[in-house]
């Protein structure tokens, strides 16, 4: 039996993959790369922009005509946060989709096979989390801590998709982190919607209190960080429950990487407001602050939706201006992507694309300059990389820094951490050396490889 999958989106959809995965490879199924080749064909999807759904819905297209070839003999399945969706469910019905199931059902997945045809969108908390084996030979891996999000970003399908806040049991995550480290990983990502909020009771906003046995995010940060992981990220916070503790902690705690990923979405209070964000500029500036007080050598990126609807000049100008202010190392920017079903779309108009995609270019030319000017201060500068394998410039690996920097190395360097000089820089790689005086000549970045990860 052999099975393929192919995954969309966001690293919690890897990991989900994963677990996948780890359930087939225990009923006995091997995986293909090409789905001509495979009796068995899962998609894990993302929602949160219309372009992953294009992509998923002309994939489906290319299943079913694989599928009328053989007959029938052909098994589909539609997961995660598409097929929650009533988008999802149209699109299953029109491609002849046998497997669909939601994101806190994907574990699912076995006695879906046994059915053949089989649906389930329910979030049934013992499945929501699961301890996939560790993944064979890699130097980094992520692990779940929490699931959902409480928040009603007006843009935003991942309430609908993803359900409410629920934080997995400590000692879970305290004995997977273990079992990684044992397996060899250097590197952990804790996942989660909002970790921020991990262990907190229902609701949103700040001042919530811990449900009974949980620590706060601050504490679980200091515990995964005692694990013996050389390493230890976390994606994504929330500015509104990003406090000081956290900062603390991460201050205090060797293991845990200076490096920053908050969204921000807009510069402007009026756009703030009407998505529903929960806190002002001032606001965020202030958690920007303490980072810069506790951390100063921490690197910083945001995620940022360009043409939200109603924005105008003067408040792109804000978003701009924030932009500068903080001075990030790297940004996801987006055009803003009407979803069905979100209040931005019934109750806002969305704006012309043409003025969507040129306040996205603007954005885009301001983060490759402060991008350029933040890396360059590495220039000289000793940095440990994690190598992760061959680059695709033929002659250097690749890997990432402590700060998330994309950084290339010339030379054969084994995966795992190493000590490397930078000796060049660009707006989205550090060019590094192992020993200084073999510098690297100019290179100019690829077309494309900005970090400009969607312009729909
Ligand atoms: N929970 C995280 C947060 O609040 O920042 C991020 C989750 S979301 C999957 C990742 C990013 O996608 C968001 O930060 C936002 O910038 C972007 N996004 C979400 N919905 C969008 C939409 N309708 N159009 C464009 N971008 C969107
Ligand atoms: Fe979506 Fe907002 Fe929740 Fe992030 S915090 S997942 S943007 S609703």
Excluded at 69 to 88: H, S, V
Excluded at 236 to 258: L, Q
Excluded at 272 to 299: C, G, H, Q, W
């Amino acid at each position: 039996m052999r099975a393929h999958v192919v995954t969309f989106g966001c690293q919690m959809n890897e990991y989900d993959t994963h677990a996948i995965q780890s359930e087939l490879a225990g009923i006995g199924y091997s995986f293909v790369d090409d789905f001509r080749q495979a009796d068995l064909v899962l998609v894990n999807t993302c929602a949160v922009r219309g372009k992953p759904v294009e992509k998923a819905q002309t994939l489906l297209g290319e299943l079913r005509k694989e599928k009328l070839r053989r007959r029938g003999a052909y098994t589909i399945g539609l997961i995660g946060c598409l097929a929650q969706l009533p988008e999802g469910k149209r699109l299953g019905e029109k491609f002849g989709v046998d497997i669909m199931l939601g994101p806190g059902a994907i574990t699912e997945i076995v006695a879906a096979l046994d059915r053949g045809r089989f649906r389930s969108f329910e979030f049934k908390h013992e499945l929501q989390f699961y301890t996939p084996p560790p993944p064979r030979g890699a130097v980094s891996a992520n692990l779940t801590i929490m699931r959902g999000c409480n928040h009603r970003c007006t843009y935003c399908v991942v309430p609908a998709t993803r359900g409410p806040e629920v934080s997995r049991p400590a000692d879970d995550v305290i004995k997977e982190a273990h079992a990684l480290k044992d397996a060899g990983v250097v590197e952990v990502t804790l996942l989660g919607q909002n970790v921020n909020s991990y262990g907190m009771a229902p609701g949103t906003g700040a001042r919530r209190a811990l449900l009974d046995g949980y620590p706060s995010f601050a504490e679980l940060l200091r515990m995964v960080g005692r694990a013996g992981i050389p390493r230890v990220r976390f994606v994504t916070s929330h500015p509104v429950n990003f406090d000081d503790e956290i900062v603390e902690a991460i201050a205090d705690t060797p293991a845990v990487c200076r490096y920053i990923h908050l969204p921000v979405q807009s510069g402007s209070d009026r756009v703030l407001k009407r998505m529903a964000r929960e806190y002002n500029r001032e606001f965020y500036l202030s958690r920007i602050r303490r980072v810069r007080e506790l951390l100063p050598d921490a690197t910083i990126s945001t995620d940022i939706i360009a043409g939200f609807p109603g924005e105008t000049d003067e408040d792109f100008e804000q978003t701009l201006s924030l932009y500068r202010e903080v001075r990030y190392d790297a940004a996801y920017m987006f055009i803003y992507s009407e979803r069905e079903g979100t209040p931005a779309a019934i109750h806002f108009d969305d704006i012309p694309r043409e003025v969507k995609t040129e306040r996205l270019s603007r954005l885009v030319d301001l983060q490759k300059t402060i991008s350029l000017e933040q890396n360059l201060k590495w220039v000289g500068e000793e940095v440990e990389v994690l190598v992760k394998g061959p680059a695709d410039e033929q002659g250097l690996v690749q890997g990432h820094t402590r700060g998330n920097h994309v950084a290339l190395i010339r030379g054969e360097l084994e995966p795992g951490i190493h000590r490397v000089m930078v000796v060049h820089a660009t707006p989205n790689r550090l060019y590094c050396a192992r020993d200084a005086s073999q510098g690297f000549d100019p290179v100019e970045p690829r077309a494309g490889i900005y970090r400009l990860t969607s312009a729909l």
